[in-house]
């Protein structure tokens, strides 16, 4: 257990920016990618990422300055643990890892209810608000956890797999091969299955198994990644991941139709899950290579990228139906990310000049729209004509730079292997 007291809060002093006409040589740049990761971070530590009440700090508008300050999210809080963690070797901050120790004595100390034996899933004052168990959340802790031990801030595997015999006994559905979604406060499991938390728990999964050489977590990883990218796919006519399920995890098409941009739940086809799960796909094959594995990831990603590709404003957008129609327009920074590091994965595993034309495309996009070369980090969503939706760069469960940072650490990895 992470049990040291947390550290005062530091600041580093936030490097001068680019200015927003710069564009490196090649985006995949070792030098640059480092560089980035510290341009992110640097934004953080303009109001501080450590929270002195417990936690992290989890708001923020554009110029860094911090809203609802006593509000926070578990997938937020575990998130910031990851970037912390793993971000203190990449910049050379060693004060990273102490706000990553931080951030896990908060998880563990206020999040957890040792009484009920649950997480509390929103915090407002560092009280519970909203217990509802959240199996897309608990994935999030895994994978916090997987980071603390990679990097030495737990010194066994027991947490690991004390939170893998949690995941059994409250989700995971043998007759299925997948998990569940959610539990109400007072332990009722919902109705409603999903294929974003499995997603979540097989990223979390290979982590686990990075962190530990523990064969349990591949093994479920592989169950995860054959019955969602194969068999779950088969069911649309598009061989596509479908978002929503019934109870016999056949497709919801009906699910949240009339709601396209609800934040963790929308509808249609989302071409941002299908390159998460490309990339989840070259992972495995790394670890346990099968045949099938690499052109069924080629085959997601290519045909999302294609999809979704803004031909006349340049991104990707959120979301497309059951023919291929775009259904929600707007650009968000996490599909874009995901899918650069993607692009990158497939270019090294496959060789295909391809991958470093959508990897170059994406970056440069990002760089004109998404990036903020005044004050630091990634803007959080644009309209269609990549004009801002919001002033709130960060916020609680919806952005804390998590996909970016760990984008750029998967490329950096990509290519040092």
């Not at 129609?325 to 391809?354: H, I, N, P, R």
């Not at 990897?359 to 801002?388: M, P, V």
Request: proline content about 3%; some cysteine.
């Amino acid at each position: 257990m992470a049990t040291e007291s947390a550290p005062k809060r530091q600041k580093t002093a936030a490097a001068s920016p680019r200015p927003s006409h710069y564009k490196p040589a090649d985006f995949l740049d070792q030098t640059f990618l480092r560089d980035h990761c510290k341009f992110i971070l640097d934004f953080y530590d303009i109001s501080g990422p450590v929270d002195e009440n417990g936690g992290f700090n989890q708001n923020y508008y554009d110029d860094g300055t911090l809203f609802d300050p006593e509000f926070k999210q578990i997938v937020s809080s575990c998130r910031m643990i990851v970037n912390y963690a793993l971000g203190a070797a990449i910049t050379d901050r060693p004060q990273y890892m102490e706000a990553a120790r931080h951030g896990l004595e908060f998880l563990e100390s206020v999040h957890w209810q040792k009484d009920s034996k649950y997480w509390a899933f929103t915090m407002r004052g560092n009280q519970p608000e909203d217990m509802t168990q959240q199996c897309y959340g608990y994935a999030f802790i895994l994978l916090a956890y997987a980071a603390a031990r990679k990097t030495g801030l737990l010194s066994s595997n027991e947490k690991l797999i004390e939170i893998f015999e949690l995941f059994e006994e409250r989700f995971w559905l043998a007759e299925h091969g997948l998990y569940a979604d959610e539990i109400s406060a007072d332990g009722v499991l919902s109705d409603y299955r999903g294929q974003n938390s499995n997603m979540h728990m097989c990223e979390a999964m290979i982590a686990a198994y990075e962190a530990t050489d523990d064969a349990r977590f591949l093994e479920r990883a592989q169950l995860l990644a054959e019955n969602m990218t194969v068999r779950q796919a088969g069911k649309t006519e598009s061989n596509q991941i479908w978002e929503h399920y019934n109870t016999s995890f056949e497709p919801d098409l009906e699910y949240n139709r009339d709601d396209p941009k609800n934040l963790y739940r929308p509808w249609g086809f989302q071409p941002g899950h299908q390159a998460e799960w490309a990339k989840l796909l070259v992972t495995l094959n790394r670890y346990a290579p099968a045949e099938w594995m690499l052109p069924r990831a080629c085959e997601l990603f290519d045909k999302a990228y294609a999809l979704s590709w803004d031909k006349d404003h340049g991104g990707m957008v959120y979301g497309y139906d059951l023919n291929g129609k775009w259904c929600d327009t707007d650009k968000y920074f996490w599909v874009q990310a995901e899918s650069f590091a993607t692009a990158a994965m497939l270019l090294q595993a496959t060789g295909d000049a391809k991958y470093k034309k959508m990897y170059d495309a994406l970056w440069n996009y990002c760089w004109e729209h998404f990036i903020d070369h005044t004050n630091g980090a990634w803007y959080r969503i644009l309209n269609q004509d990549n004009s801002k939706v919001t002033n709130e760069k960060s916020a609680a469960g919806a952005k804390c730079d998590y996909h970016t940072l760990n984008s750029v650490f998967e490329v950096l990895k990509t290519f040092d292997l």
